[in-house]
């Protein structure tokens, strides 16, 4: 696949190129608020131009995927997903996001005529049929990281400001990948529960520099405390606040259901004691939910390219409650 980067740097002087904007054309970042699918729970960035002397008002979008792609669910659990970079009229993403309810936060880039018609001309090459699609990877190549690098590229492909290129934010600096990633589900979730019971000691190591920016609202902070040359805000003006998480009720948390199986596995451990026999298929089904696990586990840590899964002490919650609710039926 052809990288936007790549483009920006051979491209051997701009002054030569033809303009394929006018001079009062805009490039806005947008950031997305969290939806409530879990694929929507980290927001999303995309990139918008608008030339109202050209009539272009168009949103890229590199998040685009297909559920219906052959053997998508396959590929899905083996970190093989596809995306691509999508293109649509400003007018029709803010109306879909306005109809599921959420938020989109617009920064107004405040760049040189020449650095937009760069990150255009980017744009417009990376949406070749040739090069849109991309292989997806949610910690190092995804929606957000694809239009800050080709954001970056840009800038640092006019020598004058090369260089300078900073931002006073550092959010997330030093939070490992799981505390980061676990910052944008709702505490206490069986969405929480699963990221930890499926990542690893890779998921725990600190993230660094530009490794935060992953997610569109650390990218939304990042840009908006940035400048350029001479000191310059990399954002014009802005309307951004921060994402609202939602907050999951006590009575729905993993927390209290692994109480609950707690307590019904040591009144059935009561109960077997009193009568002198084990209820053994309660215990098989628990073995059977373990196995599955740790296959699970084993099968992404070995035969996928997901980047932080891995075994941990996570997988030891639920044997651990099994085991201390049955010693009640072997305590003597």
Request: glycine residues 10%; contains cysteine; charged residues 15%.
């Given at each position: 696949m052809l990288l936007a980067g790549s483009l920006l740097v051979a491209s051997p002087s701009r002054a030569d190129e033809v303009r394929l904007l006018s001079e009062e054309a805009k490039i806005y970042l947008l950031t997305c608020?969290?939806?409530?699918?879990?694929?929507?729970?980290?927001?999303?960035t995309a990139l918008m131009v608008i030339d109202n002397e050209?009539?272009?008002?168009?949103?890229?979008?590199?998040?685009?995927?297909?559920f219906d792609a052959p053997h998508f669910y396959w590929r899905f659990v083996r970190g093989e997903t596809y995306y691509q970079l999508g293109k649509e009229s400003a007018d029709w993403f803010f109306r879909i996001?306005?109809?599921?309810?959420?938020?989109v936060y617009i920064q107004e880039l405040n760049l040189t005529p020449e650095d937009k018609d760069a990150i255009y001309r980017a744009l417009i090459i990376n949406y070749y049929p040739e090069n849109r699609v991309y292989l997806y990877n949610f910690v190092f190549d995804?929606?957000?990281t694809r239009p800050y690098h080709l954001l970056m590229d840009a800038l640092k492909a006019d020598s004058?400001?090369?260089?300078?290129?900073?931002?006073?934010?550092k959010g997330a600096e030093g939070m490992t990948y799981r505390q980061f990633i676990r910052h944008y589900t709702p505490k206490g979730s069986w969405s929480d529960l699963g990221i930890n019971l499926l990542f690893g000691p890779k998921a725990d190591k600190a993230m660094q520099g530009e490794q935060r920016l992953f997610l569109p609202e650390e990218l939304m902070n990042y840009i908006e405390?940035?400048?350029?040359?001479?000191?310059k805000s990399l954002v014009k003006g802005s309307h951004v606040q921060p994402f609202t998480i939602e907050e999951v009720p006590w009575y729905k948390t993993w927390y209290f259901g692994m109480?609950?199986?707690?307590?019904?596995?040591?009144?059935?451990?009561?109960?077997?004691?009193k009568r002198g026999a084990r209820t053994k298929w309660v215990d098989y089904i628990l073995y059977g939910i373990y196995a599955l696990l740790l296959l699970l586990v084993t099968f992404l840590t070995f035969f996928s390219i997901h980047p932080l899964v891995g075994y941990g002490p996570y997988l030891l919650i639920i044997p651990t409650i099994h085991l201390c609710a049955r010693i009640i039926y072997l305590w003597r």
């Open positions: 608020s969290p939806g409530e699918a879990l694929y929507e729970r980290y927001g999303h050209l009539g272009i008002s168009d949103v890229y979008n590199y998040g685009i995927f297909d996001y306005k109809h599921s309810g959420r938020e995804n929606c957000a004058s400001q090369a260089q300078t290129i900073q931002s006073s934010y405390a940035c400048t350029i040359i001479g000191g109480a609950v199986l707690f307590a019904v596995l040591a009144a059935l451990s009561l109960f077997d004691r």
